[in-house]
Nanobody, 115 residues
Framework: QVQLVESGGGLVQPGGSLRLSCVASGSIFSISAMGWYRQAPGKQRELVATISRGGSTNYADSVKGRFTISRDNTLNTVYLQMISLNPEDTAVYYC?????????WGQGTQVTVSS
């Protein structure tokens, strides 16, 4: 089993920045890719960004150039640096980890972009 704990969400004005963190614990040796997803009210959960154990990244078109995912394997932590935030980025952001045979999710952290 893998446990994921997110932090770093909050309220930010349009154009602002936030950095989300996700710490993994438990059977971390089984984790390959990690990522961030988000779910806005009334919408389906969508992929934001993923990163492989080796550091290969993938981004949703809507966040390319604004969000950066990174991973510190020594700290078992994945980060999501977000800049130039806009109201459409408002959502609950979930950390995700892919294990050998399971997919794990954190509890989510709220990001609200509003003036």
């Amino acid at each position: 089993q893998v446990q994921l704990v997110e932090s770093g969400g909050g309220l930010v004005q349009p154009g602002g920045s936030l950095r989300l963190s996700c710490v993994a614990s438990g059977s971390i040796f089984s984790i390959s890719a990690m990522g961030w997803y988000r779910q806005a009210p009334g919408k389906q959960r969508e992929l934001v960004a993923t990163i492989s154990r080796g550091g290969s990244t993938n981004y949703a078109d809507s966040v390319k150039g604004r969000f950066t995912i990174s991973r510190d394997n020594t700290l078992n932590t994945v980060y999501l640096q977000m800049i130039s935030l806009n109201p459409e980025d408002t959502a609950v952001y979930y950390c995700n980890a892919v294990g050998w045979s399971d997919v794990y999710w954190g509890q989510g952290t709220q990001v609200t972009v509003s003036s």
